[in-house]
């Protein structure tokens, strides 16, 4: 095209002397707005269309495709005719650049014909690349549009703008089908996926995809069932794979090496959000450029309309793109939050899973779980910022050096200082948050163990001095925390400092004359250089402490597991022979070809175990154990008859010897002394995680007398137990236990004293059900070990073994040759049979068993919420019960501080508009002395606010609140124990607290410090322009609808958030 502009042919990039000087250049517009998307868009979409090729199809929709592929066509039809038609033209008004822009063009139309191909059928959602692609050359054609017509003065350039405009709209054409969904085409159940796995960047973007949610939410009241199927994507089985495949091949010990495998494991995810952070910081910046380009035009009567016109597109641009960014990046990076969550939380759980048994009572597992992966996550919240923020300053320091000159100097001096304290406060907060995290480690396991022994305690009579003592541990738990929260005012003072106290040091120090165009300009560009660091030197600490807790998870996971000592033969196999030499580590081994012997089950060869290196509790133990029958064990108390099941159990950290099991990783039935029950149903506890076999649970129901406690139970075995098994008797927890060994299909079981806790008819029923001649196990031909202070049932044992006090084995054998030894068995007196046994056969049932648990119906954790509308709605009692756990004073400086912090930042903005238009016809000296003091109110005002909530009101209200807790518990009725989860009542200790210590202060400083700021900067602009006040009646309502419909269903969400914690 023939241009008459002065510098059409430069890079510009803003014309000069034609088209009302309101354009870009050409050659800008066809490198920057044309070239470099398209090359960007080939270099990601080749590649990208490889991969999808050797991908599998799993969408139909083969006539959407075409569809698609026909735009497509006609793109590449138009972009191919207008490279005809410049290259046809004269070659006076030809332009290289125009013609290359063209040809990049067509090459990127027949990539998207591949690409979107292969999207389509391959991929659940809209692509994502093709769409902003198409998003961002859309905008950038409309400008070239534009120039081209305002340029079409000959039949040629007026056919160019045709087909110019021809594209765009075809482009748009092709964004539309491009976003639509292809739900309707997935080959898989919809109900099984989420439809954040089938939304477009678009709807991920403005979470259009939450919309059903949220309607949902707020007129009905939401279950767990009722959220969206979890994407697959972020499935914690499937990433927590990934981190331990990363882990393995990572060396152990290294300095935040789980720092290094997650980032390794997650790193597309946490790449991600690097794109749209890119995109935010140029949106950011073009702010300043606007409000300068804007005030001249204020400043300028006789603007062109074209200008205004330009303004506006630009302020729609400018903001709306910066939103758009700005969503887009928090949806990628809490995305990849919750992915490194669910890597964390799922490691810390199989890691209890290979645990030792003799750490199975430490808390560790629930603090790292909750208190620690928030810590982690919190600390993570700005990572960004850490590369972002230098970026943004340094382009800072460049646009404020052209407004203010070498006195932009004086801000970065300040920022400097207030970085290297803040960086000597985060070098101090990890150690301090480790202490203080151990602190709360202990409070929240005794915590724990008291919730889930209260049956016991209440019975003592001490379970006032116990929450006496769990109450003066929160207390040093909040002495311990106080050092780390100090750290954190001192970090937010660091922050906020050079934000409020740059603008006096630049314009103090500044030589040039300030008008109100470059005062303003200069005073968005220092907030735009001091926001970033303020946000980024808060986030110090608590990356700091992140990695501390992630320091502390590492530590666990890295912990040495348990490992099975004992050697599981078959035939055909290597043997292994250990050797004897003590270790806490395992046994060493030599191979030699062996065949296990056939008559025995277990045999155990110069066995000793220990639960310390230094004290064997079993020592020179050689035994076996026949297949196929019945072993007792038995001994004094304290002899050492648990450790055995334990060393059998492969539980024993400390051991050396043989274990010998003839059998390769068989299931062992289990049943130890103190029975482990989960809150659920009785029926549930017997199934574990087998499936339903209706003969073999009456089979086991019947042989463990649980039938006549059905009938007495609300509802029979879909009676939920509680926690622990709470709402059932000793007798009642160990015949549910034991039915639940007997319903395994295993050939070993192996049982710790089970029957200690029934009656003596009871007991001597289920041992002759069970264990008798025609028990069930002797018709499984199972092979039983059972440890027992019941001496009256030796007499039908297979074979017996004698522990005394010593840990030492006596005697073995069957009942009549120990009897004739004339040993330990034989000084028991047992009666070789006796009609007080139990053991003979009978013809009708024994008595049923001990007390019946109670009557009451356990609530399920899971209750209907229907008729809960607090849930919805909110509860103000809640408000007023915080308030009422913080003293008055705190309340008054609070308010007053906040109040004068608000005045001080919002009189210093009203006071640069009088110092730029010299209102008070005073010296430079006055307006900045004035300013400054504003300043440095505002600065003193922020530390008081920040300690008042960050410290005092912390303290008060976690001392306060958790003590009321504690209260409540130790004086609640032991019927809410039946009736409660534990997991629901520890959750208040553990996870509510540390949110009442950790997030709740930071929002509540946040929302005073914010409701004070917005009434402040009403009032300033109702003074400045009293007709924008008009609106403020609209904003509030427009505030209220939106926060009425999103708080509805978002309180839901976040109490269902807690709730399913609760289970840790």
Not at 354 to 360: D, S, T
Not at 864 to 874: A, I, N, P, Q, V
Request: aromatic share 10%; hydrophobic share 45%; charged share 15%.
């Amino acid at each position: 095209m023939v241009t008459s502009c002065l510098n059409d042919d430069t890079f510009g990039p803003i014309v000069r002397g034609c088209r009302d000087d309101f354009d870009f250049t050409l050659r800008f517009q066809r490198i920057i707005l044309a070239m470099v998307p398209a090359t960007f868009f080939l270099a990601l979409s080749i590649p990208r269309a490889i991969w999808l090729s050797q991908q599998p199809r799993f969408v139909s929709g083969v006539a959407f495709q075409y569809a698609k592929l026909t735009a497509i066509t006609i793109l590449a039809t138009l972009q191919f005719a207008l490279l005809n038609l410049q290259t046809a033209a004269p070659t006076s008004s030809l332009d290289g650049f125009a013609i290359a822009s063209t040809a990049v063009n067509f090459l990127v139309a027949l990539s998207m014909l591949a690409l979107s191909f292969f999207e389509h059928s391959r991929v659940p959602r809209p692509s994502t690349l093709l769409i902003l692609y198409i998003l961002l050359q859309t905008l950038c054609d409309a400008v070239q549009v534009r120039t081209s017509w305002l340029m079409a003065s000959s039949v040629t350039s007026k056919m160019i703008a045709r087909l110019y405009t021809a594209s765009v709209v075809t482009k748009f054409a092709i964004l539309i089908v491009e976003t639509k969904s292809k739900t309707r085409w997935l080959r898989w159940k919809i109900d099984e996926h989420s439809p954040e796995e089938t939304s477009d960047v678009m709807s991920l973007t403005v979470y259009l995809w939450l919309n059903k949610l949220f309607r949902y939410g707020y007129s009905h009241v939401l279950a767990i069932d009722d959220l969206y199927p979890l994407d697959k994507d972020i499935d914690s089985d499937l990433l927590q794979r990934k981190l331990e495949a990363v882990i393995e091949r990572s060396r152990p010990g290294r300095k935040l090496g789980l720092a290094r495998s997650l980032a390794r494991a997650l790193a597309i995810p946490y790449i991600m959000p690097i794109a749209p952070r890119i995109a935010l910081i140029g949106f950011s910046f073009s702010q300043p450029l606007f409000i300068r380009a804007l005030l001249e035009y204020l400043q300028e009567p006789n603007a062109p309309r074209s200008t205004s016109y330009g303004l506006i597109g630009a302020a729609v641009l400018i903001y709306g793109g910066a939103a758009f960014a700005r969503a887009l990046q928090w949806y990628f990076h809490m995305r990849a939050q919750q992915m490194a969550r669910g890597c964390l939380s799922a490691a810390i759980y199989k890691k209890t899973t290979e645990a030792k048994l003799a750490n199975a009572g430490e808390a560790a597992a629930v603090t790292l779980m909750s208190t620690d992966t928030d810590r982690v996550i919190q600390g993570f919240h700005q990572l960004h910022d850490f590369w972002a923020s230098p970026i943004e300053v340094a382009i800072g320091c460049w646009f404020l050096q052209r407004e203010l000159g070498t006195s932009f100097i004086a801000p970065i001096v300040l920022i400097v200082f207030c970085a290297i304290g803040t960086f000597i406060v985060g070098r101090l907060s990890g150690d301090r948050q480790v202490r203080w995290m151990s602190q709360i480690q202990k409070r929240v396991g005794l915590t724990a163990n008291v919730i889930s022994n209260m049956k016991s305690l209440k019975i003592s009579g001490i379970t006032l001095p116990v929450g006496d003592f769990i109450q003066k541990m929160r207390v040093h738990e909040m002495e311990t925390g106080n050092k780390s929260r100090w750290l954190i005012i001192w970090a937010v003072v660091a922050a906020m400092t050079p934000a409020i106290l740059s603008p006096v040091a630049a314009l103090a120090f500044t030589t040039r004359e300030l008008n109100t165009t470059n005062m303003f300009t200069s005073i968005a560009f220092l907030i735009l250089l001091t926001s970033p660091l303020s946000q980024l030197f808060q986030a110090v600490p608590m990356m700091f402490a992140g990695l501390a807790s992630l320091s502390r998870i590492q530590a666990f996971i890295e912990a040495d597991a348990r490992e099975d000592v004992r050697r599981h033969e078959t035939p055909n196999i290597l043997e292994k022979s250990f050797s004897d030499e003590p270790s806490n580590s395992g046994l060493e081994y030599n191979e030699k070809p062996s065949t296990p012997d056939a008559t025995t089950s277990i045999t155990i060869q110069d066995g000793f175990f220990g639960w310390t290196e230094d004290r064997m509790i079993l020592n020179h133990v050689n035994v076996r154990f026949p297949v196929s029958q019945l072993t007792l064990v038995v001994g004094p108390t304290a002899a050492g008859k648990s450790t055995l099941c334990n060393a059998l159990l492969g539980e024993v950290p400390f051991s050396r010897g043989n274990i010998k099991l003839p059998f390769a990783h068989a299931a062992i039935g289990y049943c130890e002394q103190a029975p482990f029950l989960w809150n659920g149903t009785i029926k549930e506890n017997i199934m574990g995680y087998s499936n339903f076999d209706q003969p073999r649970y009456e089979e086991v129901i019947e042989a463990c007398m649980l039938l006549p406690d059905f009938t007495i139970l609300p509802q029979g075995d879909e009676t939920n137990i509680g926690s622990n098994g709470i709402a059932l008797s000793g007798g009642q927890k160990q015949r549910v236990s034991l039915a639940r060994a007997l319903y395994l299909h295993s050939d070993l079981i192996l049982s710790d004293d089970i029957l200690s806790g029934l009656d003596n008819d009871t007991s001597n029923e289920v041992f002759r059900r069970v264990f008798g001649p025609s028990g069930v196990l002797r018709r499984r031909n199972a092979t039983a070990i059972l440890c027992t202070h019941s001496i009256h049932h030796l007499p039908q044992a297979d074979h017996i073994i004698a522990l005394d006090t010593g840990g030492v084995i006596v005697e073995e054998g069957s009942f009549n040759d120990l009897i004739r030894n004339q040993k330990y068995v034989a000084n028991l007196n047992v009666a070789a049979s006796s009609d007080e046994d139990g053991t003979q056969e009978r013809d009708t049932a024994a008595p049923t068993s001990t007390t019946p648990g109670p009557k009451r119906q356990v609530q399920n954790a899971e209750r209907s919420r229907s008729d809960d509308l607090s849930r919805k709605t909110g509860d103000m009692k809640v408000y007023g019960h915080y308030m009422r756990s913080l003293s008055k004073w705190s309340l008054v400086v609070l308010v007053a501080s906040a109040a004068i912090h608000a005045f001080a930042n919002s009189m210093a903005t009203a006071w640069l508009k009088f110092w730029s238009e010299d209102t008070f016809h005073r010296p430079t000296s006055f307006y900045l002395g004035i300013f400054g003091m504003l300043k440095a109110t505002h600065s003193i005002m922020s530390f008081i606010v920040c300690v008042t909530i960050i410290v005092w009101i912390t303290t008060q209200s976690g001392t306060t609140l958790h003590h009321q807790a504690i209260d409540t518990v130790v004086h609640a009725p032991l019927s809410f124990f039946t009736t409660t989860d534990m997991g629901i009542v520890t959750n208040l200790f553990s996870q509510d607290m540390t949110l009442i210590d950790g997030e709740l202060p930071l929002a509540l400083l946040n929302t005073v410090i914010d409701i004070f700021q917005v009434m402040g900067m009403a009032a300033v602009v109702g003074t400045a322009s009293p007709y924008l006040a008009i609106s403020y009646p609209i904003f509030a309502v427009v505030l209220w609808v939106i926060q009425r419909f999103y708080l509805r269903t978002s309180r839901q969400l976040r109490l269902l958030d807690l709730e399913a914690k609760s289970p840790l």
